[in-house]
């Protein structure tokens, strides 16, 4: 739980970090929705995980200006968190990177999906947005990963 | 009883998932109510403190860079001032003469951004100037180039401006010299599209783009862009001006509220 706190923290930070000053033409990733993610995959619990997700994009929309519509954010967060969960710990092993950037993609594309209002299908100018939100958000978890030894962390706290 | 219990535990993760779900679609449909975003906004305003740091960082490391560029235009405005003035003069008098109505002007409150969104791609911004501060709704906000929005939310301390980055945002729009009408979207970075132009009307390339009287929320004439294509519309009806907008969206830390809307 303490490490859950300590991360918690630290990706509130970051996001603040990232939205306020290392934005790259207005585009930056998605911290929070990275947390939900790596602590989904970490708990096999999806109800606890999709509850978290739900009340992490809810509080968090209420302290932090999300720039959208409110409640897409516990939407994404829900739907990402209960899926994240439901990935074993042995496919964890195996194919951490390609499980947690699949998970982004679907993040963002969930996010992307509501924000847009479907304008995203219509115009493929609007695509733009959300597929370099998905690489910056992806080229920070690399980072991060390698940086928190984040895939060793999440196994331990399967077992 | 036990079958349904059964069941809730069988399913728990699923019906806890679709629960969550709805509770999520409420949130998005009750988002546009006002009570429901004054609400928002003052939880926003009240954990504003939070930003604070941040922005103090954000203009220090500009701020050299940013007093530069400021001397530069001062003294870029004060030689325009100077010839404006005389024009002044000259225009009162003939306004004067032919007796048309005289024009409203409209005072401008500075704010400073707070907060660009933790999850946006710039469709809108937390300002620091409310209510208090007499910001309303539809406000025209600007930078020091040109239009970049307006308010569409207002609490006490703080206000949510709608960028012209927004796609859901719209603006009547007249194209100088010859007052062309048409109204304005958002294409991507600083570009923008002007649609509804008759095909028949006279632009040019490198023609200033202004807002117009036609615009609910916008005063006339503040400046908002310039042409830098022409095409026509796919059923050749009518044209589709391309335009770079005057302000940079992406590196904007002040805004200017217009304090008197239409």
């Known amino acids: ?159 | 009883m036990l079958n349904s219990f059964k069941f809730l535990k069988n399913y728990k993760d699923n019906l806890t998932l679709v629960i969550c779900i709805l509770l999520s679609f409420l949130l998005i449909s009750q988002s546009n109510k006002e009570s429901f975003n004054n609400f928002r906004l003052k939880s926003l305003d009240f954990f504003s403190f939070l930003y604070s740091p941040f922005n103090w960082i954000d203009n220090q490391s500009f701020l050299i860079k940013r007093l530069e560029v400021l001397s530069q235009e001062n003294l870029k405005l004060n030689l325009e001032l100077n010839l404006l003035k005389n024009q002044d003069i000259e225009n009162a008098r003939l306004r004067d003469f032919v007796q048309l109505k005289e024009k409203v002007s409209i005072d401008f409150i500075g704010a400073d951004i707070l907060s660009r969104g933790f999850s946006s791609n710039l469709s809108s911004v937390l300002v620091d100037r409310g209510s208090i501060d007499g910001v309303k709704v539809n406000f025209p906000v600007m930078s020091s180039k040109g239009i970049i929005g307006k308010v569409i939310s207002v609490s006490d301390n703080v206000s949510e401006v709608q960028l012209i980055s927004d796609v859901n945002f719209r603006m009547s729009v007249k194209i100088l010299p010859d007052e062309v009408e048409g109204i304005l979207r958002w294409v991507n970075d600083d570009y923008c599209e002007v649609f509804e132009v008759k095909r028949t009307s006279e632009v040019k390339i490198q023609d200033i783009v202004l807002s117009s009287n036609l615009s609910p929320f916008f005063p006339e004439d503040l400046p908002v862009g310039q042409v830098i294509g022409i095409y026509d519309s796919t059923d050749k009806t009518s044209k589709i001006l391309r335009i770079k907008l005057f302000s940079d969206l992406t590196r904007i830390n002040q805004v200017f509220i217009g304090l008197k809307n239409k």
């Open chain 1, 1 to 159: 739980m303490k490490d859950y706190v300590k991360y918690l923290i630290i990706s509130i930070l970051l996001q603040l970090l990232f939205s306020e000053l290392i934005s790259i033409n207005g585009v930056q990733p998605n911290i929070l929705l990275l947390f939900i993610i790596f602590s989904s995959l970490s708990i096999s619990n999806a109800t606890f995980s999709t509850l978290l997700g739900f009340s992490l994009g809810f509080v968090g929309e209420l302290i932090f200006y999300s720039g959208t519509i409110f409640g897409i954010s516990s939407l994404t967060f829900s739907v990402v968190g209960f899926f994240a969960s439901k990935v074993s710990n042995n496919f964890v092993y195996r194919n951490f990177d390609f499980y947690w950037i699949i998970f982004s993609i679907l993040g963002i594309f969930v996010f992307s999906f509501f924000k847009y209002e479907f304008y995203v299908f219509s115009n493929l100018k609007f695509i733009l947005g959300p597929i370099y939100m998905t690489m910056y958000t992806i080229f920070v978890g690399l980072i991060l990963v390698r940086l928190l030894s984040l895939k060793n962390e999440i196994l331990n706290a399967q077992n």
